[in-house]
């Protein structure tokens, strides 16, 4: 994100996550952009239960795919409307 502060989970240890650690780090992270005068910290794609500590309002994400129009890219996105995976 361009001019924004983000961050991701690059790792998940079930043996440490009892003492919350991301969390504290999240917490940290947060805190410590606010304070620089960010208003938004982007957590990463996806709806994972532990973003919503932080805030439960999801944003949509654009995608954009851009392909060749030839006769199988045409067959492709048929066959994935026809499943309903085309968006």
Same mark, same amino acid.
């Given at each position: 994100? &361009?001019?924004? +502060?983000c961050?991701? !989970?690059? @790792?998940?240890?079930?043996?440490?996550? !009892?003492?919350?650690?991301?969390? $504290?780090?999240? *917490?940290? @992270?947060?805190?410590? /952009? #606010? @304070?620089?005068?960010? *208003? =938004?910290?982007? $957590?990463? +794609?996806? =709806? =994972?239960p532990? &973003?919503? &500590?932080?805030? +439960?309002?999801? /944003? +949509?994400?654009?995608?954009?795919?851009?392909?060749?129009? *030839?006769? !199988?890219? #045409?067959?492709?996105?048929?066959? $994935?409307?026809?499943?309903? $995976?085309? !968006?």
């Amino acid at each position: 994100a &361009k001019d924004r +502060p983000c961050s991701y !989970r690059s @790792a998940w240890d079930l043996d440490a996550a !009892r003492y919350g650690v991301g969390i $504290l780090l999240t *917490t940290e @992270a947060l805190t410590s /952009r #606010q @304070a620089a005068g960010d *208003t =938004e910290f982007d $957590l990463g +794609p996806g =709806e =994972e239960p532990y &973003k919503n &500590k932080w805030n +439960p309002v999801v /944003r +949509p994400l654009l995608a954009l795919h851009g392909t060749r129009d *030839t006769w !199988r890219n #045409q067959a492709a996105h048929a066959w $994935l409307r026809m499943r309903g $995976l085309d !968006r």
